[in-house]
């Protein structure tokens, strides 16, 4: 069995659990504390990030280097092209998801998060009691983008994150508009790269996350409903529907990590 160490909402764990669906490989997911039990994740893989994935012995970090794992130990169906033009634009294209959209989306997120009260509630669990709920939909927006300037995510750096994402999804949208993959006719690592990256720019509408209905579909305002990436997110949806397992109804979300055990 494997065993995927995460975040649900973390988009380098979506990534990572494309891939697992694409190679249709069964695995539980266990996750992750924040805090302490990424102490004791560090105790397991030497590192405090999530993904992490256990497969009997081995242990492997970082959402590439499990996509090239997976790929050399469960090699069918393949993730990475055999032709060198492909892939190359395919190493290219999730090396550059990583770290743009991977980088720009988190930012972007926690924009939107301090911009809408409404948006900030309903990350919170269905139990969260409603005067909970509504006393975080009205801290002010100005007094969490105050905190925020103080870990680098303030205004000027969210607003420059935006001016990324909206050239990066100009740009899919542009290669998307005339293949139906980024690379060809298949799907590889750069699709999955870039489909689990954007997960929080707008949260698919499926039952695929165990994630709170209201923020099924929902994302980024002036990048998740902006008809210009239409093509992005009908090619997203696509990809969500042919390869990514949909877990059934899961009407109880709840984000209570499960604690880590370690052998
Ligand atoms: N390069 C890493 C990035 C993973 C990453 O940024 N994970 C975030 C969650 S989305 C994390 O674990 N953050 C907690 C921390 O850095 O302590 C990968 O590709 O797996």
């Known amino acids: 069995m494997l065993y995927l160490y995460q975040f649900e909402l973390c988009p380098y764990c ?12 069964d695995y539980s997911k266990i996750e992750v504390t924040p805090g302490v039990g990424q102490l004791e994740l560090l105790r397991l893989s030497g590192k405090t990030q999530v993904p992490v994935l256990k497969d009997g012995e081995s242990i492997i970090t970082d959402s590439t280097e499990i996509a090239n794992y997976l790929e050399r130990k469960y090699p069918e169906p393949a993730l990475i092209p055999r032709d060198a033009l492909q892939k190359g634009q395919c190493l290219l294209i999730e090396a550059w998801a990583d770290a743009s959209i991977g980088v720009n989306s988190r930012k972007a997120f926690v924009g939107a998060l301090n911009q809408y009260g409404n948006f900030r509630s309903s990350i919170l669990p269905r139990e969260t009691p409603d005067f909970l709920k509504s006393l975080v939909r009205s801290v002010p927006g100005e007094l969490l983008d105050l905190v925020g300037t103080g870990l680098g995510l303030g205004g000027e750096s969210v607003k420059e994150a935006l001016k990324n994402l909206k050239q990066d999804l100009e740009a899919l949208s542009l290669i998307l508009a005339n293949r139906p993959y980024l690379t060809g006719s298949q799907p590889t690592l750069a699709d999955f790269a870039v489909a689990g990256l954007s997960l929080t720019l707008k949260f698919p509408s499926g039952t695929y996350l165990n994630i709170p209905e209201e923020l099924k579909g929902k994302g980024i305002p002036g990048l998740a409903d902006h008809s210009a990436y239409d093509v992005f997110f ?11 397992k949909d877990q059934g109804p899961t009407n109880n979300f709840d984000p209570t990590p499960t604690s880590i055990e370690i052998n």
Do not use: C, G, H
């Not at 990534?15 to 697992?20: D, E, H, M, Q, T």
């Not at 009908?234 to 990514?244: F, S, V």
């Open 14 to 25: 979506e990534k990572v659990r494309f891939i697992l669906d694409y190679k249709r490989l």
């Open 234 to 244: 009908n090619w997203r949806d696509r990809l969500y529907a042919d390869y990514r």
